[in-house]
């Protein structure tokens, strides 16, 4: 069954660094999201993609986050100069359609800025 | 401002009991609603979707329903097994939006 992949499973990183968090979604799906969790606390929207454009962001993304479709299949996300309140889980989903929206998530990746 | 709950935060039941989980938001104008599970250190799996003019869905042992006027859903898993040990996530889309909004989960525990 087609998934969402994303790697690294965790990534480890100074604050100040940057880190690219990258996602392979589903082959044939249209919309791409990042949403991530901070431990212990409700998982939260980031940023949806269709079209090679952002189209939705919240609050949280601001200019420290971009994001990025650079080939076909894969989708990333990059935080420029990372702080201690980005140590969270990073989702990756996607979904074939807007009208149905049954978003599927990958396993995550686990940053932890020291 | 979308705020979803879920109740109870955690719950433990011994094998083979029925149960059901809770979940209400606060804006009754949704796409649709979402059950997801957690399974620790992993990413969400989803269970069941239901399209606002829906009123229930069902998959196997899990039924999930829902009442858009009163800002509430529901899941049903019956007989439940040691398996079925997770966190179980309620998550809304609204029209207009393609974010969903997720409440912060039911921990639930099946003891053999």
């Known amino acids: 069954e087609p998934e969402v992949t994303q790697t690294p499973s965790h990534q480890v990183t100074q604050m100040g660094q940057e880190v690219i968090l990258r996602c392979v979604p589903i082959s044939n799906h249209l919309y791409f999201y990042w949403y991530r969790q901070i431990l212990g606390q409700k998982v939260e929207f980031l940023v949806s993609?269709?079209?090679?454009?952002?189209?939705?962001k919240s609050e949280i993304f601001d200019d420290q986050f971009s994001v990025e479709r650079p080939d076909g299949s894969n989708f990333t996300l990059k935080i420029r100069s990372t702080k201690l309140e980005d140590s969270a889980m990073y989702f990756c989903?996607?979904?074939?359609?807007?009208?149905?929206?049954?978003?599927?998530f990958g396993a995550g990746t686990r940053l932890s800025v020291l | 401002k979308q705020e979803v709950t879920q109740i109870p935060a955690a719950l433990s039941v011994p094998e083979g009991e029925n149960l059901v989980l809770n979940c209400s938001f606060t804006d009754s104008a949704i796409y649709n609603l979402q059950w997801f599970r957690q399974d620790p250190g992993k990413g969400l799996t989803s269970l069941l979707l239901?399209?606002?003019?829906?009123r229930e869905q069902t998959s196997g042992r899990l039924n999930a329903s829902l009442d858009k006027s009163s800002g509430r859903s529901t899941l049903y898993i019956a007989a439940s097994q040691p398996g079925d040990s997770a966190t179980y996530l309620c998550?809304?889309?609204?029209?207009?939006?393609?974010?969903?909004?997720f409440g912060k989960g039911t921990k639930l525990t099946v003891n053999p």
């Open positions: 239901i399209q606002s003019s829906q």
């Open positions: 989903a996607s979904s074939v359609s807007l009208a149905k929206n049954i978003q599927y």
């Open positions: 993609f269709y079209n090679n454009e952002i189209s939705e």
């Open positions: 998550a809304v889309s609204q029209g207009g939006s393609e974010k969903l909004v």
